[in-house]
């Protein structure tokens, strides 16, 4: 039969997801698609801006199945809107919160069961591998959405990998639980279709929390799969919180030190498997961070390096990627990671990167989050000089404190003049730092 399965569930009594503690079987997952097919306008762009990680699923396969394509951006802001509309002047936006905001035509996600397909004439949807599924944004250097088209043969091809990947051999459904939202890229990969393509189902709620992380987890049967970033990871290791058994913790949106993935693995006696990806490429390496500090390719995806430059291409990949970092091929399957090709620093002809003097600030006992800066009329290139802050939320500690460890761990043209103590660096929702929120804080402090 031609086309790609929508997920890979074979029976009706899959459970495909969890809401609240309550199993959602495959049988009630194409109910609800149905439904809500019913509902949605002729409309070829769809923003999916449901919070709860299985109505943005529905929403997902519902838009897949009548031919609508999904769009994603980083943001949701007002600005960000806009230019979306103009981009996709149709679109309308699908909300699960009845007062959603977004400055769209909205379409309310519909309560109650749907209206059930027949038993007897289950069978699982199959999609055309080139049929557009996504489309997924990046800022652009001038503050307009890039966008970025995904295929669906390509988006399933790359999660069958990254199950793979994730030993999740067949015979035992796992619960995956997220902090990271669906409409990122990785939360659209790694938190809804690995577990739809490998016969695993996925938590509905987006735990932030620690304590709430703990619950999401308890209120699931094992095993369990728990995917987060480095900043929740860290933040839940500072937190003394007791976890239930999972039997994997997945991690992305930036790399881990060696530290904290045996911090990770030795408190919660499980691995720890690290994806590298961009919202670009999709997922396309990973790597047991305790085990190597060389990230492993996708198969068929290919590292080239042209006027110095990173490029991807092959398998999955759509299209030829140059990468924002600095990328050091090992072989043909392996690269090192050296930091983002924007991060490097000039200072008295020394170069470095932000991430590895970020990396080095965070590795202090009794930091709690913290982010060097470029001062302004700094140059960033890796050609100028560039003079170095950092912000750092230490309630322990002052910033004399802070530069001695700081002596011991960078060279002492890197480091930073100031150290500006404040009580709280607020990142997205994947852990990062936007430039625009970086800035915003250094001129208030």
Same mark, same amino acid.
């Given at each position: ?191 809804? #279709? ?9 938590? &509905? ?207 002492? &043209? ?5 150290? #500006? ?25």
């Amino acid at each position: 039969m031609d086309g790609v399965p929508l997920f890979a569930h074979s029976q009706p009594d899959d459970v495909v997801a969890y809401q609240r503690g309550n199993a959602i079987f495959a049988r009630q997952f194409l109910a609800d698609i149905a439904h809500l097919r019913l509902v949605l306008p002729e409309t070829r762009h769809l923003l999916l801006a449901c919070q709860d990680r299985y109505h943005f699923a529905v929403g997902f396969a519902a838009g897949l199945l009548s031919g609508r394509v999904s769009l994603l951006p980083s943001t949701q802001t007002p600005e960000v809107i806009r230019q979306l509309r103009q981009f996709a002047p149709d679109a309308v936006c699908l909300t699960d919160d009845p007062d959603c905001e977004i400055d769209l035509p909205r379409v309310l996600f519909p309560a109650g069961p749907g209206l059930g397909p027949d038993p007897v004439a289950w069978s699982v949807p199959r999609i055309p591998a080139d049929r557009l599924a996504v489309w997924v944004f990046t800022s652009g250097s001038t503050g307009v959405p890039i966008p970025h088209a995904k295929t669906w043969g390509p988006l399933v091809r790359c999660v069958r990998v990254e199950a793979e990947r994730m030993g999740l051999a067949p015979g035992t459904c796992r619960a995956f639980v997220a902090t990271v939202p669906p409409q990122h890229m990785y939360g659209l990969e790694s938190s809804v #279709l690995v577990a739809l393509h490998s016969g695993n189902a996925f938590c &509905a709620e987006r735990p932030f929390f620690p304590a709430d992380i703990a619950a999401a987890l308890a209120a699931l049967p094992a095993p369990r799969v728990l995917v987060s970033t480095p900043v929740h990871l860290r933040t839940l290791l500072a937190a003394n919180v007791v976890l239930p058994p999972v039997e994997l913790i997945l991690s992305a949106t930036a790399p881990l030190s060696h530290q904290l993935a045996a911090e990770l693995e030795a408190r919660y006696t499980t691995p720890l498997l690290e994806i590298y990806g961009s919202t670009e490429t999709g997922q396309i390496a990973s790597r047991r961070t305790t085990s190597t500090e060389a990230w492993w390719l996708w198969p068929e995806v290919r590292l080239t390096t042209r006027d110095g430059q990173a490029w991807i291409d092959g398998g999955h990949v759509e299209a030829p990627t140059r990468m924002g970092d600095v990328l050091e091929r090992q072989g043909e399957e392996r690269f090192l990671l050296h930091g983002r090709t924007a991060d490097l620093v000039n200072v008295a002809g020394k170069r470095s990167s932000l991430a590895f003097l970020d990396h080095q600030l965070m590795s202090i006992p009794g930091v709690v989050d913290g982010a060097f800066f470029l001062q302004e009329g700094s140059e960033s290139s890796g050609t100028g000089i560039a003079r170095l802050g950092a912000l750092v939320v230490a309630p322990t500690l002052d910033a004399a404190a802070i530069t001695r460890q700081l002596r011991e761990r960078i060279d002492p &043209a890197f480091l930073p003049r100031p150290v #500006l103590i404040i009580p709280e660096i607020r990142r997205n929702a994947t852990g990062k730092l936007p430039r625009h929120v970086l800035r915003d804080l250094v001129t208030r402090s």
